[in-house]
């Protein structure tokens, strides 16, 4: 029950408030009726022709209606909704239309109605509505105005506006037809015409009604379906009542867009010097330019589903836009751009080619330096306002740049900004300024679009290759493969420049140039006819006269040429000699008349193909007036030609040539008077910049026929093609701007655009790069060779430009040091001079201690993260540090500390340091570039010292810098480092070269390498190779370095073998390593490190191999040579030695290979068995590391030191004993003791006879004598212990005299004025030691078929007489 009452009351309620409205319109409406009776019947009314009112006309029929209205007004049941509405507005439309009421009296009708249409007393649903408002249309468009005065007939005119603005905005004006529609447009128009002499308010408000109704019709265009249009379209020539059931629709926006445009067309007429000249009426124009934007950006890419609409906006639009905005003013041609603009957002799929020619014939031709500077900057900021929207470069780019038959619409924009960026003189424009942010647009659009998909993306090869052909004038979608349309667009960009290659050949020797065609993969093998044919169509530069002999050619293949010329060109539309003239555009036409036949029979095929009407009955018709046109071109401009042809002439020459029949004559007389009056260019050598209406009717055939414009998002790829092809003016646009700029948010601007040039060279234009770099170095001031350090020093301090190009160039060499190569030359010689103005941070120089400690900004080591990229998301951070440098900041900071305070924490936002310490991830090209500069640097070149301290200051900081770049890409040092030996190569080369301090510093630093390279395993071995030999190659160009460094030499390489010798892999490494260690023998205060080391090695034995024992030998041999040594130390090394012997064992044993060798038993041994490796060629190695140690010991005996000398042949005693197992030959054993043991006695046995000799050395001879014996003794006891073994072998009687040779001359040794011999003593015991173990052992006994017995006897006879009867008894 509740819910039935509370339907109850809604209901009572709603009808209540629908009584209540009713009621107020009835109200309102009887309000209307009686104001208007009101104002005809005002008796104070007078004419203004003084003519008084008549009664009778207050009985007037409209009288009547009126009254007959308020009769009707007060009807209970009646819903105005549901009534006709023609009953309640015919009376006001009778006062509006009638010829006697008073114009107040017509205003108040005017308003009535108005105020009818706003409180929409009736809808489209209403009965009648479409009649009521169709009669509305026609009473307001037929209003009359007989009696009234100026001032009234303005106001009734401001009413008219209203109601047509109501009309409009009615839910019913939907059905109202579209010829009811354009009237009101144009009844619109009228009035604004007519405003044009009256007051301005009422100008205004016509201009704002007419934009309000383009707005309703264009507003309404997206709700149409394309069904519609069709339906429409059907009977546009039949009924014109056909939309009567939806009102409305396309044909009245094409009608009105079409009224529009021909707005642009309406011309002036201007008196000067009493001559009349038609000029476009400028505000018509704009007017019209208002109410297109405003239609194109109500009815947006709707228009494209409207192909009349759309055809209209092709053609009939662009076409009046191209052509005004050639000449028209500055503020036409700015509409004009907006206009262009607007069409591009919604439409440029469809406006591929007239967007080119409004760009090359309007907005690049008028921005160019002929016009007058407002035309430049109205021309400039249309290409900027391009250039905002997002995808627009791109898009350009890829639709026409890439386009071998487009002009270069971005490279032209972009080169022109360039051109208008550049400051003639000292003084900057606004034309400047605004160039040069347009052009930081386009850079910084680039430059954000480049990396927006982060560094991990892959770019590929920079460059591109046509490595096959493909024809050039193939398009392809971007929907079927993204990837694949990447690479189609970069490679048809290739060939375009290919063939602008081709072209530049070709015109100096036609062979060449299409021999080059064939080279670049352009044309096929076999050649393809199309790709001459559009080679020559649509090249730019080719020569003309050249392609009219080819085209004329009668060749089979140049016939098919010419042919595909022709095909090229759509004369759909075009009249003859326009379509003939466009045709000879393209070549010269040849002089050969066979020629002319062949080139003119194929454009008549094809023109006559294109025509849509019946006016020529065959080919053979155009041919034949194709060569009267020709003749009559002749004779009507050739000078020597003295009786012309007539227009009569001409038509009676041209009878009954189309098929017996006579052309129109009024066709063949406009074809004269176009001839007589333009003649045709046979022999064109320039090309007009106009666009002729040929080249208008070509472009909209091309419209039809060629694919639509692509529109595409940014990639990676395409965006680095389209910087590099500006790249170079840009760069040099950024010098120029920021030379002449002066104020800082100007110069500010020129930094963001460095960085985001910078970050579009990360990918790919080092070049570029480099060539920025050296650009702003020459800004820093620091490069000036004439100026002092004072001056600098003050440039720095009250000059904000110098600091500003001082940190953007460090700033990218820390950002971007990826990318650098040749401008590393530029930024170390900056670096340099910093260096000697004393403004480097301490980070700087001390690599050791920044490498270790984490980089803080105070220490001025800040580095940038390692990505590999730098991308927009870190622009802000890297640009903060700038505001830090502005002339306020600086100022302020004047009056906390000194000029050159504020100067070092300038530097320090540098970040100098990180440069180098963090460049572990540079590539090697740049890593190259960065050495070569160093090293060339610390070399001298292009370096002036003013003194021998700086230069040493200078050479040292170079090389700590190469030493910091080292040590952080150490892990890549084989990579980097044979380029580095080679700049060190090349510098020990130049003329003037001085290896102090040069080399001494690289032996320092590259130590400090050393040591970081084997500090931790490796398993490549060239970077060890590499750096010992740069250290070699450094040492011998002045050995005297090698003792001015020893305590760095000394401390290095003990470290190594003390703490790193497993480290070291290459019998290179240890040779040098081992080298360098024999440097500290030669100073007292290095020799215990040395020493220490070198025992450390042989204690371990573990590094030690077959590749490194002998320079272990040499090296420890070198260190029994030092003076005043410590003798426990040198017999430690004697011992340890020996027993090293042990090693040798243990590789003969282990199928000769160790842990410190990488070669394997297979690598010395041949293939045979295992019995013959053991006494093959690694057999024989190990015994001459034996040999090689015995040698040692051998040159150690003779040392000055007494008790190394024993000490040592104890050591080869010891030694001999542990080498049993190598000593398995005779031929082991007897080479062994004569290049060891002999050699040894007969050394001693030399140096104490010497000894003996010499005056006061008595005591020397003695001591030699001593060791002499001990040498003996060895001798005889190393015999003993081998003499199995010795004597098996054949020399075994040879090598028994010289044992017996040598007892006889120790025997027999005569010291001289020092006494006898103590030798004397002990060799009959040795001699009698040895004989009677021979005897023993069978070896010496009488033998008839032997004389050992007989040889000895009489040997011992000679050297020991009383040892023969005690040894040989009878």
Not at 976 to 981: Q, S, T
Not at 1163 to 1186: I, V
Request: hydrophobic share 40%; aromatic share 10%.
């Amino acid at each position: 029950m509740e819910d039935a009452e509370d339907l109850t009351n809604e209901s009572e309620s709603s009808s209540s408030k629908r009584k209540r409205r009713e009621l107020g319109l009835s109200c309102m409406l009887n309000t209307e009726v009686g104001a208007v009776l009101a104002v005809i019947r005002r008796p104070e009314f007078t004419s203004p022709y003084n003519m008084a009112p008549s009664e009778e006309h207050y009985d007037s029929s409209i009288v009547t209606s009126l009254r007959s209205l308020r009769s009707l007004i007060f009807n209970p049941n009646q819903e105005w909704r549901t009534v006709d509405p023609s009953i309640y507005l015919s009376p006001f439309l009778d006062v509006i239309q009638s010829d006697d009421v008073p114009a107040s009296a017509t205003g108040v009708a005017l308003s009535s109605l108005l105020k009818i249409l706003k409180f929409q007393v009736f809808d489209d649903k209403s009965p009648g509505s479409r009649e009521a408002m169709e009669s509305v249309v026609s009473g307001i468009t037929s209003c009359r105005l007989e009696k009234t005065d100026p001032v009234s007939e303005d106001a009734v005119m401001m009413k008219i506006l209203q109601v047509l603005t109501g009309i409009m905005h009615h839910r019913a004006s939907t059905l109202l037809t579209d010829q009811s529609v354009c009237t009101l447009v144009n009844t619109c128009f009228q009035v604004v015409q007519q405003s044009a002499t009256r007051g301005d308010l009422l100008q205004r408000s016509a201009r704002y009604t007419m934009h309000e109704l383009i707005q309703v019709v264009f507003t309404r265009l997206p709700d149409i379906d394309e069904d519609r249009e069709d339906s429409e379209s059907d009977m546009e020539d039949g009924d014109e009542g056909g939309g009567l059931e939806s009102g409305y629709g396309v044909r009245c926006a094409i009608d009105i867009f079409h009224f529009l445009c021909s707005l642009l067309n309406v011309v002036s007429i201007v008196e000067a010097d009493g001559s009349g000249s038609h000029t476009a009426d400028e505000d018509v124009q704009i007017f019209a330019l208002v109410l297109i934007n405003s239609a194109i950006e109500l009815s947006g890419d709707e228009i494209g589903k409207h192909p009349k609409l759309l055809r209209m906006i092709q053609d009939d639009l662009f076409h009046h836009l191209i052509y005004y905005g050639t000449w028209s003013s500055s503020f036409v041609l700015s509409m004009i751009c907006s206009t262009v603009l607007n069409a591009y957002h919604f439409l440029r799929s469809f406006i591929r080619y007239q967007l080119e020619a409004f760009f090359g014939y309007v907005l690049i031709r008028i921005a160019s330096f002929g016009s007058t500077i407002p035309l430049q900057e109205v021309a400039v900021e249309g290409i900027i306002n391009f250039c905002r929207q997002p995808t627009f470069i791109m898009e350009v780019y890829a639709n026409y740049d890439c386009d071998p038959f487009c002009r270069n619409v971005f490279e032209d924009a972009g080169r022109l900004l360039c051109k208008h960026s550049f400051a003639l003189n000292s003084h900057l424009t606004s034309l400047h300024i605004q160039a040069f942010e347009g052009l930081l647009i386009i850079i910084h659009n680039i430059a954000d679009n480049i990396d927006k998909d982060g560094p991990a993306c892959d770019l590929g090869s920079y460059t591109i290759q046509l490595s096959e052909y493909r024809p050039f004038w193939e398009e392809m979608d971007r929907e079927d493969d993204l990837e694949a349309w990447v690479e189609h667009v970069r490679m048809r960009r290739l060939q375009k420049k290919k063939l602008l290659i081709a072209a530049n050949h070709f015109n100096r020797d036609n062979k060449k140039g299409l021999e080059y065609l064939k080279h670049a993969k352009l044309v096929s093998d076999p050649p393809d006819p199309k790709a001459y044919a559009y080679f020559f169509r649509y090249t730019p530069g080719v020569d003309k006269k050249a392609i009219g002999e080819y085209l004329g050619d009668p060749d089979t293949f140049y016939l098919q040429v010419l042919k595909e010329f022709t095909d090229t060109f759509h004369f759909q539309g075009m009249v003859l000699d326009t379509a003939l003239r466009f045709y000879l555009e393209s070549f010269w036409l040849p002089g050969e008349s066979q020629k002319i036949q062949r080139v003119v029979e194929a454009f008549s095929e094809r023109f006559f193909d294109h025509q849509s009407s019946d006016m020529f009955a065959s080919k053979d018709t155009v041919l034949i007036l194709c060569y009267s046109l020709i003749m009559l071109n002749t004779d009507q401009h050739n000078p020597q030609v003295k009786k012309k042809m007539t227009e009569e002439d001409f038509i009676r020459n041209n009878r009954a040539i189309n098929a017996g029949q006579d052309l129109p004559r009024e066709y063949l007389s406009e074809l004269y008077q176009s001839i007589s009056t333009c003649a045709f260019a046979l022999s064109q050598t320039t090309v007009s910049l106009d666009m002729s209406p040929s080249r208008w009717i070509q472009l909209i055939n091309l419209s039809k026929v060629d694919p639509t414009f692509t529109q595409c998002d940014f990639d990676r790829r395409i965006c680095r093609d389209m910087f590099a092809c500006v790249a170079g003016p840009v760069v040099a646009a950024l010098s120029s701007f920021f030379e002449h700029a002066e104020e800082e948010e100007l110069l500010h601007e020129c930094i963001e655009g460095l960085f985001s040039v910078a970050r579009i060279c990360q990918y790919g234009l080092e070049d570029t790069l480099d060539e920025l770099i050296t650009s702003f170095c020459k800004f820093t001031t620091l490069l000036n060779p004439y100026a002092s350090i004072e001056e600098t020093m003050f440039t720095f301090s009250h000059d904000l430009k110098p600091r500003m190009a001082t940190v953007a160039v460090f700033t990218i060499a820390n950002y971007f040091r990826d990318s650098i190569q040749g401008g590393w030359k530029n930024i170390v010689d900056c670096l340099l001079k910093l260096k000697r103005l004393k403004l480097l941070p301490q980070s700087v120089i001390d690599f050791e201690a920044s490498a270790d400690v984490p980089a803080t900004p105070e220490s001025g080591a800040t580095s940038p993260t390692d990505d590999h990229k730098f991308g927009s998301q870190r622009i802000a951070s890297m640009l903060s540090r700038f505001s830090l440098l502005s002339s306020d900041s600086m100022d302020d900071g004047l009056t906390i500390g000194s000029e050159f305070e504020q100067n070092l924490k300038m530097i320090k936002m540098c970040k100098i340091g990180s440069i180098f310490i963090h460049s572990s991830n540079i590539p090697k090209e740049s890593l190259q570039n960065l050495g070569r500069s160093l090293i060339f640097a610390a070399a001298g070149k292009g370096q002036k010292f003013s003194t021998p301290v700086e230069e040493e200051e200078t050479v040292e900081f170079c090389w700590d810098l190469v030493t910091a770049i080292s040590i952080a890409n150490v892990n890549r040092f084989h990579i980097f480092w044979p380029n580095f030996h080679e700049y060190l190569l090349a510098v020990a080369q130049f003329p003037m070269f001085s290896p102090i301090p040069f080399a001494e510093k690289a032996i320092l630093g590259l130590l400090r390498v050393c040591l970081k390279l084997f500090s931790a395993p490796r398993e490549d071995k060239l970077a060890e190779e590499l750096i010992f030999k740069s250290i070699t190659l450094m040492w011998k160009l002045d050995k005297e370095i090698l003792d001015t460094c020893h305590e760095v030499i000394s401390q290095t390489i003990s470290k190594i073998i003390i703490d790193y010798p497993a480290n070291v892999q290459t019998q290179f490494g240890w040779k040098s390593v081992l080298n360098l260690l024999s440097v500290a023998w030669r100073h007292p205060e290095t020799y215990e490190a040395g020493i220490e080391a070198l025992i450390a090695l042989f204690s371990d034995g573990s590094c030690i191999s077959r590749t490194n024992y002998t320079f272990c030998i040499d090296c420890a041999f070198g260190c029994f040579l030092a003076k005043n040594s410590p003798v426990d130390k040198k017999k430690k090394i004697l011992d340890l030695l020996a027993d090293s012997v042990n090693l040798l064992v243990q590789w003969h044993r282990n199928l000769y290979t160790d842990p410190g060798s990488n070669a394997s038993a297979s690598s010395y041994n041949s293939n045979s068995s295992l019995e013959d490796n053991n006494r093959g060629p690694s057999a024989n190695y190990n015994m001459n590391l034996f040999v090689k140690l015995g040698e040692a010991f051998r040159r150690t005996s003779l040392s000055r030191q007494e008790e190394i000398r024993n000490h040592a042949v104890y050591s080869l005693h010891k030694s001999f004993n542990l080498a049993e197992d190598l000593l398995f030959t005779s031929s082991n054993c007897i080479n062994y003791f004569n290049l060891v043991i002999f050699a040894m006695v007969d050394e001693l046995h030399e140096k104490m006879l010497e000894y003996s000799r010499r005056e006061n050395a008595e005591r020397e001879t003695r001591s030699m004598e001593g060791t002499l014996k001990l040498a003996m003794e060895l001798l005889s006891d190393m015999y003993l212990q081998s003499l199995r073994q010795i004597t098996e072998s054949p020399a075994f009687r040879t090598f028994w005299l010289g044992i017996l040779r040598r007892m006889d001359t120790c025997m027999k040794a005569d010291l001289g004025q020092y006494g006898a011999s103590t030798l004397s003593d002990v060799i009959p015991d040795l001699l009698r030691k040895i004989i009677s173990q021979m005897k023993e052992q069978g070896i010496l006994e009488p033998k008839e078929e032997d004389d050992m017995w007989e040889i000895t006897y009489i040997q011992i006879q000679w050297i020991c007489p009383p040892l023969k009867e005690e040894l040989f008894p009878l």
